[in-house]
């Protein structure tokens, strides 16, 4: 059958080469890879599978290549090749065999190299992503726009995709030429260009015409619709894609195969998309690689066809003679025939663009347009893979993983996914996964977020596959655990997974016999998942992180109904080891309580560790759903350890670090629960568990932990507050006759001449300690103890030596705050005038004995402690105090003006106890531990200035440590930088030249003469000092030397503002 010619392109024939062959920085076997590449000499062993593009040249061809090649080796550049335009016969082109010819390349092609387009356009061509503008105004009508052009259609969103395309090839039906005129137009609009396409240039060549448009395209504009921002435009990308993909279905059967249609749009597109112009560029892209995608779905089609047809012939062709017909074993021939002859045109206009356009645009120097190539090959490899699922096109992906780009990098990691999820694909995948996997594994750590959880996934995938057992190495493996203590709350959870599928799974070989189960002593049948908790402890165990449980438990939670089967972990806590079992040793018995301890934690709050959730100013919310979630779980856990808790802490009731652990458990309670399921016996077992761990125990934390679990039990809106609150009397009170008790002995002692021994010095001690941790959490003030423990106030300072024992007098010291801030919430909740008064007096008394404490404290820990109260006692008694109760005049005589002397005192302690540099070699737990009490010091001073509670200027001090003790704290000095700018930009600015004044007369002192090349004279000329110098250039001109010194509003410029932003 004769068919009418027209514009041709040769589909088999290969694309021109790049004036040089893209060469790798380092040959490498088969695939290779490298994170960087760079161009260098022509590898000249290539032969047939160049990396620009696929060899389908003859044998006598290729020492001409070589010889062109050689001849232009100092000449490469990253200009498109020119876009054949051939004419030739369809039997011509299917004469070729129209597929890929060659092998693999030795090493993946370098990165795209920076080019420079046509003069013009700044941001223009082949210079990356350029930002999307923050608003681009909604498309509108200009003068000579034809509003029916497909163009406009879309781009107004008029008309349904189908009735547009329906309408398009009745006017194609009707006249060819104008409709290809139409649809030629609509590309180079839809580029941004308002060149006009008439008949007459359609009869030009392909060539001319891009030149033609090129020349008529706006310089000045660095958008077009692709890049545009806005609902609009948004609309019309999704409308171009579907545009296309729509065209091609309703074309399938019978007007691409009319050689003209196909041949002259893909001629179009193939020229657009060698472009000089990024906006050409991206559109034609995007359109050959979604008509790719379109061709794909056809092939799917005529294939099952193909199929069907083939099995009507040979069900036709089995039959009897009698009962067969001839006329229609022919008829299904001839549409085989021409079924296998559309088959073969697909294959070969998929084969010439590959060639032509992606081989080309894969590392074009624009990401997005390297993004969208990776893209649409995963869709063609998961739809097609008889065609596209081979190693000569899987290596395009590969060497792209090493994309500067994290956008294309995880483009790359999507096209793969399900690649490796289909079973039945798994297996052309074996050579790839050998090449790249190493690749794929380092990119768990991608810097971007979302690649690297990308990537975990698809690790998980290829761990899946089991295409062999060593595809992943222990190596591999041990980096993808290490992520579950990731600050990345995605990357964790991702990593979660690949421990459930690695580690943490029960499912037995096939065939296997399952063993039987194992129990107890006393013969309680082990739970299933108690095997993968044993596990999940020597993991927990082996990572030597056990600081950080919470951040394993949160990566697992989600995932893993293991985290939240309170029962298995009871029974292996709780039951004997049973024949055949290893029994817990106290290390695996302590990690198993931490962890279960964390689980309980997240799943009765739903809040992720810290550091891991939102931040303050976005705090976590959870939905009705997740609330309902953490509302059951809550329920669920409240009801197991109300029964068992009491055992455990029976169990572990000489270990304090268990027991810290595991007294915090109540803290997460429905304690509504021990009314509704009738658990009275129960709590009263738990409250008396308390009270024993009070009296016994003599660690810190274990006290205080028991303290915060009563204050919680004690919650006044629930059902068990009365027998909670009997209970707590009983406690408080135990804690405050012990210490007068020990008190009275250790002062009767004392007065008789006698000396306390070792006991009588412990009883004080211990006593003290539990009086100061109960009064943090529970009112003491009604036992009347203040005149006790005030009495040895004056004991703290150096002048007045006693044989009291120093850790002693820090536990009276915190006691008397604690009763000072009890008070004040006495006096806030029940005004009255007496305790006003009294309270004032104690305030000032002890504010006093601080003072000197700070001054000439017996000890460092005794200075440290006075210190941080009186920081806390400054902003408790600040001015809001008043202010929050402005009826009430007793408030107005509570609050705490504080003095000059005090301010240079609190100055001195931090410059003292915070700005100074121990060595602690060999000692890095006590280096931080040091750190942590340092930062904490420095933050108390800072509160003072972020609440405004003494001037700015008093942080000129702090400021001038910014640089040197950066690393330390200054993130703290940087937080108190921009709260007290907000307070008032200019005072802030002063203090900051203060600091600098500061900085400068201690270099005097160090250096009479200094140079400019000294250590602190470089520390002046840092940026932020430097923006300081701009803000006050900017503002000190329109202040008044009267109103300097004043803390009154002002109308700093936007540009000082910024520059203060970039000084913080």
């Known amino acids: 059958m004769h068919r009418r010619g027209g514009k041709r392109i040769r589909m088999d024939d290969p694309p021109p080469e790049y004036v040089n062959p893209m060469t790798p920085a380092t040959p490498m076997t088969d695939y290779g890879g490298q994170s960087v590449h760079e161009p260098e000499t022509p590898n000249v062993n290539y032969s047939g599978f160049n990396v620009g593009a696929v060899a389908n040249s003859t044998a006598a061809e290729a020492p001409r290549e070589e010889a062109e090649e050689s001849h232009h080796e100092e000449e490469e550049t990253r200009s ?8 030739v016969t369809r039997s011509r082109g299917r004469r070729g065999d129209g597929g890929f010819v060659g092998r693999l390349a030795e090493s993946p092609p370098p990165p795209p190299l920076r080019r420079r387009g046509r003069g013009g356009r700044g941001r223009g061509r082949g210079r990356g992503t350029a930002p999307p503008p923050a608003y681009s105004p909604p498309p509108v009508l200009l003068p000579g726009d034809d509003e029916n052009s497909l163009y406009n259609i879309l781009r107004f969103n008029k008309t349904a995709i189908n009735q547009v395309v329906d309408m398009w090839i009745e006017e194609y039906k009707t006249n060819r030429e104008a409709a290809l005129v139409q649809l030629m137009q609509f590309f180079i609009n839809a580029s941004g260009c308002r060149g006009k396409v008439t008949p007459d240039m359609a009869q030009m060549d392909h060539t001319l015409i891009i030149k033609k448009m090129t020349q008529e395209f706006d310089e000045e504009s660095g958008e077009y619709p692709l890049i545009m921002s806005g609902q609009t435009w948004k609309k019309f990308r999704s409308n171009f894609c579907e545009f296309i993909q729509t065209l091609v279905k309703m074309c399938q059967y019978s007007i691409i195969y009319d050689q003209y249609l196909m041949d002259n749009i893909i001629s179009l597109l193939t020229g657009l998309s060698d472009s000089q112009v990024r906006a050409f560029r991206h559109t034609a892209t995007l359109a050959v690689m979604k008509l790719m995608t379109a061709l794909v779905d056809v092939a799917l089609l005529t294939s099952v066809n193909c199929d069907n047809c083939l099995r009507q012939y040979e069900a036709e062709r089995l039959k009897a003679r009698d009962k067969r017909a001839n006329e229609r074993l022919e008829v299904l021939v001839a549409k085989r025939q021409e079924l296998e002859e559309n088959m073969e045109e697909i294959k070969n206009m998929l084969s010439y663009m590959f060639k032509s356009v992606f081989v080309h645009r894969y590392r074009d120097t624009l990401p997005d347009i390297r993004a969208i190539t990776m893209a649409e090959i995963g869709i063609w490899m998961e ?39 289909c079973e039945e694909l798994k297996g052309k995948l074996e050579l790839f996964t050998s090449k790249f996997k190493d690749r794929i594994v380092s990119m768990t750590l991608d810097k971007e977020t979302e690649v690297a959880v990308h990537a975990v996934k698809l690790v998980i995938a290829i761990l899946k596959c089991r295409m062999h057992p060593d595809v992943l190495t222990d190596k591999d493996c041990e980096n993808v655990y290490e992520l579950v203590y990731s600050s990345c709350r995605a990357v964790a959870a991702a990593a979660g997974e690949f421990l459930n599928v690695r580690l943490f799974r029960n499912d037995e070989p096939p065939g296997a016999v399952p063993p039987p189960p194992a129990r107890s002593r006393r013969g309680k049948q082990r739970l299933p998942n108690t095997p993968l908790i044993r596990d999940l402890v020597q993991f927990f165990i082996e990572s030597e992180l056990h600081e950080h449980g919470a951040y394993l438990v949160d990566s697992l939670i989600e995932s893993n109904p293991m985290m939240k089967d309170w029962e298995c972990m009871t029974d292996l806590l709780l039951e004997e080891a049973g024949p055949g079992e290893e029994a817990l040793d106290n290390r695996q018995e302590s990690s198993l309580i931490e962890l279960m301890v964390c689980c309980v934690r997240q799943a009765s709050t739903g809040e992720p560790p810290v550091g891991r959730g939102a931040s303050r100013k976005h705090h976590h919310m959870l939905s009705k759903e997740q609330a309902k979630v953490v509302s059951d779980d809550r329920s669920k856990m409240t009801a197991h350890f109300i029964v068992t808790l009491p055992a455990l802490l029976d169990k572990f009731g000489a270990d304090p670090e268990k027991l810290t652990n595991l007294v915090s458990i109540p803290q997460y309670f429905d304690l509504e629960l021990y009314t509704t399921q009738r658990q009275e016996g129960n709590l009263t077992l738990l409250l008396n568990k308390l009270r024993d761990i009070v009296s016994v125990q003599t660690e810190s934390e274990v006290l205080e932990t028991c303290g915060r679990t009563l204050e919680l039990l004690c919650s006044e809106q629930c059902g068990v507050y009365t027998r909670c609150n009997v209970a707590r009397a009983t406690i408080t009170d135990m804690c405050v006759n012990r210490y007068k008790e020990a008190i009275d002995d250790y002062r009767s002692l004392l007065e008789g001449g006698e000396t306390p021994d070792a006991d009588e010095l412990f009883n004080v001690i211990n006593s003290l300690r539990k009086v100061s941790i109960m009064y943090m959490c529970h009112n003491l003030n009604d036992t009347n103890i203040w005149d006790s423990l005030f009495e040895d106030l004056p004991k703290c300072v150096k002048e007045n030596e006693s044989q009291m024992p120093p850790q002693a007098l820090v536990y009276v010291v915190r006691a008397c705050f604690y009763a000072v801030v009890w008070g004040l919430h006495g006096v806030e909740s029940r005004a009255s005038a007496g305790a006003a008064a009294e309270l004032r007096g104690r305030l000032r008394a002890y504010v006093a004995h601080c003072t000197h404490i700070v001054r000439r404290g017996a000890t460092p820990a005794l200075q440290e402690e006075a210190y941080t109260s009186l920081c806390d006692l400054l902003i408790l008694f600040a001015d809001q105090l008043a202010l929050h109760h402005p009826a009430d005049p007793d408030m107005r005589q509570l609050v705490l003006q504080p003095d000059p002397d005090l301010l240079d005192m609190l100055n001195a302690f931090i410059q003292e106890f915070v700005f100074v540099h121990h060595n602690y070699d060999g000692q890095d737990e006590r280096r931080i531990e040091e750190l942590h009490k340092r930062r904490n010091f420095l933050a108390a001073y800072c509160k003072l200035i972020v609440y405004n ?17 950066y690393n330390d704290y200054g993130d703290i000095i940087k937080a108190t930088l921009s709260k007290a700018r907000e307070i008032n930009k200019l005072n802030c600015a002063l203090t900051m030249e203060l600091a600098m004044q ?24 840092v940026p932020p000092y430097y923006s300081i110098i701009l803000i006050l250039y900017q503002l000190l001109p329109a202040v008044s030397p009267a109103s300097r010194g004043q803390n009154d509003e002002e109308d700093g410029d936007d540009n000082a503002e910024s520059d203060a932003e970039q000084a913080g």
């Open 383 to 421: 739809k097609f893979p008889a065609h596209f699922l081979d190693d000569l096109y899987l290596k395009y992906i590969g060497w792209t993983l090493h994309d500067k780009v994290g956008e294309v990098r995880l483009r790359c990691l999507q096209a793969l996914q399900p690649l490796y999820e």
């Open 949 to 965: 509670v003494v001037p700015i200027r008093r942080a000129a001090d702090v400021f001038k440590h910014y640089i040197k003790c």
């Open 998 to 1021: 500061a900085l400068f007369h201690d270099m005097l002192l160090k250096h009479p003469a200094p140079s400019r090349q000294l250590p602190e004279m470089l520390e002046l000329k």
């Open 80 to 87: 498109p090749s020119p876009t054949p335009t051939k004419r």
